[in-house]
């Protein structure tokens, strides 16, 4: 007689309470079913399923010394995973199986199966700070903007105990780990090179960016020139990190944070809030995992979808440097600054007139943090869609934002090398400086017109 611990988007032993209490009832198998069809359906990118098996390795070398074996099995997709953990809790005479929750809609839908069957499945909350469905309005409704959100869930946030549960007690004597990732391209390896594992994210690179980044964030986070956030998103997203072991590293540095709500210091810990919000909007509205849009009367705009213009957005050959810069950041990197993730996404969907769900896809075909409630919350919002008190007319100039978060050009030279030699006060729009500098030009021409492109949304969002 055995319990399973069945890993899915919770790739950690530290402040994982499913696992702590598979560990604690008695004899503990731990199993991750590996789904590559189903990530393909889900547009799963490839650095993402790399940092997933990159984790995957570290977890089962810190579950063999609790004396617990990792099996990793590929099954293809979630009917897979049903069928799979059904012959397996039987051959192995499994007495109750233990995981955490995914908000996703299939996923919602492959427990809501297998609880209906003859398993016992007992499922955790571990992927927010307040548990999904207890920050409601006085009416028992989901807030739809966030501001309000944001106040209820603090007054519940403040109240939690944050200091995360200790790993599990070993169950036996220390074994071999198993698990190997497959060997990745020289390119991915590169690009992975730049994340270090979750243990030295949680023991080193958060404790650096308490300590000398945190007091500083307000005043850079919006500069991609300056490294001067967390990058813990990746983490997040797989659950390799404990939101709330992250929230209880930042009280001991800033014991007082949720009494100074409105101060410069609370702007990281808010974009915690703007996660739990998009899960929690998840979790009320299951139809957003299906590309419907929050607002239902826009899901009938008859977006322009002009291929050849999305093919230079994907390209980073708009001929707005800040654009073609930070979208040649994620195909080279994998990620993007979320400041830029702004601007990119209202320049597809407002000067271009292409449907979110377009950039919203090719998101998640490159990120390594590629999570789907934030993804669609950001997209949503980006296009005037989604939750927001100021839908359609806000349109981001892209040549404003450029002067203002990269004001000396450096970011853009790091991502569009044809623009190294043009100077800081011409870069943000630089044709007219190329047009006199033809030896300087192998810039490419903007594909829209700013103050035409913005005429056109207010009339076609109207």
């Given at each position: ?11 950690r ?5 499913a ?10 198998k731990?199993?991750f ?39 990793v ?12 953990i ?15 929750r ?18 016992s ?7 927010v700070?307040?548990?999904k469905?207890?920050v ?30 200790s790993?599990?007690v ?8 198993s ?7 020289d ?7 730049c ?6 994210m949680?023991?080193q ?10 007091p ?25 990190i ?18 100074d709500?409105k101060?410069e ?14 899960r ?6 299951p ?17 322009r ?23 040649s950041q ?8 979320n400041?830029?993730?702004?601007i ?9 007139l292409i449907?979110w769900?377009?950039?919203e896809?090719f998101f998640m075909?490159?990120l ?7 993804n ?31 004001p ?12 190294k ?33 913005r ?8």
């Amino acid at each position: 007689m055995m319990n399973l611990m069945w890993f899915r988007s919770d790739l950690r032993v530290v402040d994982n309470l499913a696992l702590r209490d598979a560990m604690a009832a008695g004899p503990c198998k731990a199993l991750f079913l590996s789904t590559k069809h189903q990530w393909q359906q889900h547009d799963v990118s490839a650095i993402k399923i790399a940092f997933i098996q990159q984790h995957l390795e570290a977890l089962s070398q810190e579950l063999a010394i609790l004396g617990v074996e990792l099996e990793v099995v590929e099954v293809g997709d979630f009917s897979g995973q049903i069928e799979f953990i059904t012959r397996y809790s039987k051959k192995h005479q499994i007495v109750r199986i233990f995981a955490n929750r995914e908000p996703e809609y299939n996923e919602v839908s492959r427990d809501n199966k297998l609880a209906s069957s003859n398993l016992s499945l007992a499922l955790y909350e571990s992927d927010v700070v307040v548990p999904k469905g207890k920050v409601h309005t006085a009416d028992g409704e989901m807030y739809k903007v966030f501001t309000p959100f944001k106040m209820a869930w603090i007054k519940q946030a403040r109240e939690q105990s944050y200091a995360p549960y200790s790993p599990p007690v070993a169950v036996a004597k220390p074994i071999e780990h198993s698990y190997q990732a497959p060997s990745i391209s020289d390119q991915l390896t590169k690009r992975l090179h730049c994340w270090p594992s979750a243990w030295q994210m949680r023991n080193q690179g958060l404790i650096g960016f308490f300590k000398q980044k945190h007091p500083k964030y307000h005043a850079q986070r919006d500069f991609p020139a300056i490294n001067g956030t967390s990058r813990l998103s990746p983490y997040l997203a797989i659950g390799a990190i404990s939101v709330k072991e992250v929230i209880n590293q930042l009280l001991y540095h800033e014991p007082m944070i949720f009494d100074d709500v409105k101060s410069e210091k609370f702007s990281w810990l808010n974009e915690l809030v703007w996660r739990d919000f998009y899960r929690h909007l998840q979790f009320h509205f299951p139809s957003l995992a299906k590309g419907k849009s929050f607002r239902a009367k826009y899901d009938d705009l008859m977006w322009r979808n002009n291929t050849v213009d999305f093919a230079a957005w994907c390209d980073g050959k708009t001929g707005y440097p800040i654009v073609d810069a930070a979208m040649s950041q994620l195909v080279e990197t994998g990620w993007m600054h979320n400041r830029l993730r702004m601007i990119v996404a209202s320049f597809l969907t407002k000067h271009l007139l292409i449907d979110w769900r377009w950039g919203e896809r090719f998101f998640m075909q490159h990120l390594i943090d590629g999570d789907l409630s934030a993804n669609n919350g950001g997209w949503q919002w980006a296009a005037g869609t989604g939750c927001d008190a100021q839908p359609y007319f806000r349109i981001f100039n892209p040549i404003t934002q450029s002067e203002k978060f990269d004001p000396s050009g450096d970011f853009i030279r790091t991502y569009v090398p044809e623009l190294k030699e043009v100077p800081a006060k011409k870069i943000h729009f630089p044709h007219d400086y190329l047009a006199g500098h033809p030896e300087q030009n192998s810039y490419w021409p903007a594909i829209v017109e700013h103050k035409q492109a913005r005429e056109r949304a207010l009339a076609f969002y109207k």
